[in-house]
């Protein structure tokens, strides 16, 4: 297909234009016209974007690209490298930030979700990213922390009372921790994102509510995983995934 009309279709699909986002959702550097196979991986880093064009990617796909709204605008340095890199192999860049943390089946917290057991029953946060329902059977935070682990392959974080029984939860993958206080004023039990800040600390000790650090991007592998699934379904593209570890 056309690198236009993937644009085109990923932008629909994510409604995009309703997002008010930190960086520019959609190409970021544009590559060959032309797209049969396509790479996905969380971050645009030196490391995705070499085992992606050895793979023979005609598009990389990621959650986290480039141009941040606080970031120097100089391309230099690793920015210069990465970019290069790109345009030496004639390989298309296109980012999803929030539109992909958000969306209602291939989002990042939805999948999040289904992996750790999790029954939606609302949003909440900016732009409605986050998540609150209930764990489908109450367990103990030990236990919920044991199936983390396994679910996630990463060892997170908790603060809380291991043998607290637990029903409600609310989740935001990434960095989502400055939602925890809207979380804990939503009556859940336990409040499961990517990082944690020192202030999180006092918050569960003093309302009893556990919280999670299950790392930003261990919470964050599973969206942009679905994605490229879908447009690989959908039309017919070859597509692989794309994982650097990273423990943060």
């Known amino acids: 297909m056309q690198l236009i009309e993937l644009r085109d279709y990923i932008g629909s699909e994510l409604a995009v234009s309703r997002f008010r986002d930190y960086c520019p959702n959609g190409i970021q550097v544009e590559g060959r016209s032309e797209v049969c196979r396509i790479a996905t991986g969380v971050t645009a880093s030196q490391a995705v ?11 990389i796909l990621v959650h986290h690209g480039y141009f941040w709204r606080s ?28 539109p992909l943390d958000a969306h ?5 917290n ?23 329902g209930r764990l489908f059977s109450s367990r103990s935070l030990a236990d919920l922390k044991k199936g983390i682990a396994e679910a996630l392959q990463r060892e997170p974080q908790v ?37 944690v800040s020192e202030q999180c600390f006092h918050l569960a000790q003093e309302t009893g509510v ?5 790392g930003h991007h261990a919470t ?29």
Not at 220 to 247: M, V, W
């Open 220 to 248: 964050e592998r599973y969206g942009i995983q679905s994605l490229g699934e879908h447009l690989a379904t959908k039309f017919g593209l070859q597509h692989r995934f794309f994982d650097q570890d990273n423990p943060i």
């Open 210 to 214: 556990a919280f999670i650090a299950a």
């Open 104 to 108: 209602p089946a291939m989002g990042n």
């Open 49 to 59: 974007l070499e085992a992606a064009t050895a793979w023979g990617a005609d598009a």
């Open 71 to 98: 970031e120097d605008a100089s391309v230099t340095g690793i920015k210069k490298r990465r970019i290069a890199h790109l345009l030496q192999q004639d390989v298309s860049l296109l980012a999803y930030h929030l």
């Open 159 to 195: 603060i809380g009372d291991l043998k607290a029984n637990l029903t409600r939860v609310a989740w935001c993958s990434g960095g989502g921790q400055g939602y925890f206080e809207q979380a804990i004023t939503l009556g859940v039990d336990v409040f499961i994102t990517g990082e």
């Open 110 to 132: 939805v999948q999040l979700g289904k992996r750790l057991g999790f029954a939606e029953e609302g949003r909440f946060g900016e732009q409605d990213i986050a998540i609150y």
